[in-house]
């Protein structure tokens, strides 16, 4: 028996519907791929275990002071930038992700994420003057660190730090080092301006 008429448009309804679907996949993936090559460093978020051990070691370095201005360096989906804001209501937490999709994710979540507010950028984090940060975090790689070096560092301010999760610098021995044995990157490299 031939089907009815009703029943094969909702049949090549729901085909379009999902090669359609499939095609944004492959874009989306495609894209960010392409940005992830481009950039260097693929947008794995960090851990859990170590979000908190940098948290922490905020909180003891600068012992409850209030207003601290924090940077995540290549923020990706945001979820750091989202611990950071819950963490302490006083600290402004700036973001910045070059990356056009987890830029939008992380900016969308951002938008309503009313109750810890923090903020996201789009651009080249090398691009961005450091001189009022209190911390800067990185989860990047050992070609963004050497740059982190020549471009960053000599422009914060004395008293300031920065965390490395991962990738210690070359040139310069760590003032601290965190191991966070249960996360992908076991250590977070901490320098003292
Ligand atoms: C490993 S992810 C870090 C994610 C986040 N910081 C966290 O801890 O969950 C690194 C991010 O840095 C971004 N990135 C790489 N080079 C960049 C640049 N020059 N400017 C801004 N973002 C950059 C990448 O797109 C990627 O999303």
């Known amino acids: 028996m031939l089907p009815s008429i009703k029943y094969q448009f909702f049949g090549d309804a729901i085909e379009i519907a999902l090669s359609v679907f499939m095609l944004c996949i492959v874009i989306l993936v495609l894209t960010n791929t392409i940005y992830a090559t481009i950039y ?112 960053i560092i000599p422009h914060m301010k004395s008293g300031s730090i920065l965390y490395s999760q991962g990738f210690p610098l070359h040139e310069r021995k760590a003032d601290d080092v965190i191991n966070v044995p249960l996360s992908i990157e076991k250590k977070i490299y901490r320098y003292d301006m």
């Open 40 to 151: 260097k460093v693929a947008n794995m978020p960090s851990a859990p275990q170590t979000r908190h051990a940098i948290i922490k070691d905020i909180q003891n370095r600068f012992m409850s002071r209030p207003d601290l201005l924090i940077y995540d360096l290549g923020s990706g989906w945001g979820g750091l930038c989202r611990k950071l804001a819950a963490a302490d209501p006083s600290y402004t937490v700036k973001g910045f992700e070059i990356s056009i999709i987890p830029y939008c994710v992380s900016k969308l979540m951002q938008m309503v994420s009313l109750r810890h507010p923090y903020f996201i950028s789009r651009g080249d984090l090398f691009t961005v003057n450091m001189n009022d940060a209190d911390v800067v975090i990185c989860y990047l790689s050992p070609y963004h660190m050497d740059r982190v070096a020549l471009e």
